[in-house]
């Protein structure tokens, strides 16, 4: 869903780079940018990972899938600064949710990092959390909550028809998922991760980095 509320946002100024590995959102996620004709967004069936070139299995279906190195890995990785290298394109902003593999996509993209100018992030643990923290020690940050309601019903209201027609499409997963997340919290004592946070800077930053990749 973010990546095509993305491509309505930049529209002709910008790309979109999706990265989906799992087989099911991929098949969702081309059916969609075909159904609205998204010519801004770049789509590849890769892993984020730490290094690229390894192959890895995916555990899991749907928003729940996540990346497992077993030695029988059926999905190639690819890495933030790979894509970047491939593509040509500078990217300033990233949002990222990978349910667990957080840290060695960050670690894969580190020399992009020092040019983005805020990044989205679900964490999904505490092992994750350490190493998204120090990564992007040079970033300010605020927490979100997470699949807030409120956000949205304020994508809908801008887009009504174009949601809608995703949503039917797709069987209203993103809906569900919204539903669940909120059932979930209310009922956990300890709803502690996953955590969903920016981290942002300034043009003046002296974290930030304003020259050519």
Excluded: C
């Amino acid at each position: 869903m973010f990546s095509i509320l993305a491509s309505f946002k930049v529209k002709n100024k910008g790309k979109v780079i999706a990265i989906e590995p799992e087989p099911n959102n991929l098949k969702i996620l081309r059916q969609n940018v075909e159904l609205n004709k998204l010519n801004n967004v770049i789509v590849i069936p890769k892993a984020l990972y730490d290094k690229p070139g390894k192959m890895v299995s995916i555990k899991g279906e749907g928003v729940g899938a996540y990346v497992f190195e077993d030695g029988e890995g059926l999905v190639e990785t690819t890495t933030i600064d790979k894509i970047v290298e491939e593509t040509g394109l500078k990217p300033r902003i990233l949002k990222m949710d990978i349910e667990g593999s957080e840290g060695k996509a960050l670690i894969g993209g580190i020399n992009t990092l020092k040019h983005l100018e805020l990044i989205e992030i679900e964490v999904h643990d505490e092992e994750n959390m350490e190493k998204v923290e120090e990564i992007l020690s040079g970033f300010r940050k605020r927490e979100l909550a997470i699949e807030d309601l409120g956000n949205v019903y304020k994508q809908f209201l801008k887009h009504p028809f174009e949601i809608l027609r995703i949503e039917m499409a797709n069987r209203f997963s993103t809906t569900k998922r919204v539903l669940l997340s909120k059932i979930k919290k209310e009922g956990s004592n300890t709803a502690q991760y996953p955590k969903q946070i920016v981290y942002y800077r300034l043009r003046n930053d002296p974290s930030y980095s304003d020259s050519e990749y």
